[in-house]
């Protein structure tokens, strides 16, 4: 479940570039979408949010993401 929504979180990252904007389309708190982000980061061992971004399309995992 979790695993799910880090998906759901990583995918509406990618498309709409700030934790914000995340967390007013999935009706969560910014810090929480925020934590997401940070926890998704140390997972990918990557240092920023375009790091993130690369890695997810370098590594193909954006193809992962489209199938939520």
Request: glycine share 2%; charged share 35%; no cysteine.
């Amino acid at each position: 479940r979790e695993r799910a929504r880090e998906k759901e979180v990583l995918f509406w990252f990618i498309r709409l570039d700030s934790a914000k904007a995340v967390a007013f389309k999935l009706h969560k708190s910014h810090h929480t979408i925020y934590d997401t982000i940070e926890r998704l980061k140390k997972k990918l061992k990557v240092n920023n949010n375009n790091e993130l971004r690369e890695k997810v399309f370098d590594t193909g995992l954006i193809y992962e993401l489209l199938n939520l």
